[in-house]
């Protein structure tokens, strides 16, 4: 997949050990081949984001785990149960991924679609507030 990468994103998981790093590069992969208009960002001095006319999803390592932090205000619809915290963040879920674990690229891929069509479409508070109307 061609993409342009940001070279802080490169330096943030190059920074990671081997297991984590294979996560967030197969995270990255995913996001991009879902849209290739997916920018990449480096956000909050150090988190790896990647955007598109507002926020998809965000990298943070953690000692044993990797977050994907998925910018969603809890309204994209989560079938395969693959959300593993945030369960009642107004803002962002989480999906939690740990050593030796395999990624549901399926479902993860439509979550971000989701959460694109979304932005596309003005936000997930926008889309919050519409629905309360």
């Known amino acids: 997949m061609a993409y342009v990468a940001d070279p802080r994103v490169d330096a943030y998981i190059d920074a990671l050990p081997e297991w984590q790093q294979d996560i967030c590069r197969q995270v990255r992969e995913i996001v991009h081949a879902v849209d290739p208009e997916v920018t990449e960002t480096i956000k909050r001095t150090v988190q790896p984001y990647f955007v598109l006319n507002g926020n998809i999803c965000a ?15 809890g309204i994209v619809p989560d079938p395969e149960g693959i959300i593993t915290g945030g369960h009642d963040n107004k803002t962002a879920r989480t999906v939690a991924f740990h050593r030796g674990e395999t990624i549901n690229v399926p479902a993860l891929s439509q979550m971000f679609r989701h959460v694109i069509a979304n932005n596309r479409a003005g936000g997930w508070r926008k889309i919050k507030a519409q629905r309360r109307n």
């Open 59 to 73: 990298l943070l390592a953690a000692k044993t785990h990797v977050n994907v932090f998925l910018y969603d205000g």
